[in-house]
């Protein structure tokens, strides 16, 4: 991968840490789109990759939302429904992804940066705050942080956040179920490394399928979502996982999802 605004560290059982670095606010333009759009693809077909840490390298910023420049400066022939349906597809690819990922939040995260957080699986976050700010300039969040956050904390919770575009610190998101953990600021890349790396360890299809199955009980009545899991359900018995985690049960010992045994 040829990443302009991101570096890729590979570390043990395929962890991979992604350093977002778009001087000099990390700003959430068609650069950082188009080089996260590459790292799903690359994820998307490379086995080795098992679970994902996005961190930021602006120790006071890990991602400071849209271009407001550019987009106050539009003329009238942009469609910006189209730039939010852009955005939102690869955030829903991010969010879907096979493998597990964690945002190390140290810095701001808010507007498009809290929507970048919430289509990750967990939120590790010491410094800065985080939060859906859009209305303070006569917008909302397009990139899909209506509905993420709302599923998070509910809807009363979501329309006192997004009204009055308010910031929490990591203790306050973390009381409402916005973060997973609030981590002193020295701690957590640690944190979200040694939680990935846990993770990268763990029955990597089946998670992915879980994951699937979590985002059917989200989107989908129950009788749909029901066929998913099943379905899913089925597909973990392809994976070669089954075989080696009921081999391990038998043999009293941790099993070794690293190198599956595949089916015969």
Sequence with gaps: MNLETMTIEKLNYGVHVVTINNPPANTLNAGIQ????????????????????????????FIAGADLGAMGSSDE???????S??????????????????????GHALGGGCEFVLACDFRIM????????????GLLP?????QRMTRLVGGAKAR???????????EEAAAIGLITEAAAPEAVEEKAIKFATLLAQSAIGAIGLIKESILAAEELPLEQGLLVEREAFAKTFTTGEVNEGIRAFFEKRPP?????VTNQ
Aim: proline share 4%; aromatic share 6%.
């Design 34 to 61: 188009q080089d996260l759009v590459q790292l799903i693809e690359e994820v998307e077909k490379n086995p080795a990759i098992r679970a994902i840490v996005f961190k930021s390298a602006n120790p006071k910023i």
């Design 77 to 83: 022939n942009v469609d910006f429904a189209e730039s």
């Design 85 to 106: 349906k852009h955005v939102q597809g690869i955030f829903n690819r991010l969010e879907a992804l096979r493998v597990p990922t964690i945002a190390a939040i140290n």
């Design 126 to 137: 010491g410094g800065g705050t985080i939060g859906l700010t859009e209305a303070s300039l």
């Design 142 to 146: 397009g990139a899909g942080g209506t």
């Design 160 to 170: 006192e956040l997004m009204y009055l575009s308010k910031r929490l610190k990591a």
């Design 256 to 260: 070794n999802f690293l190198k599956p």
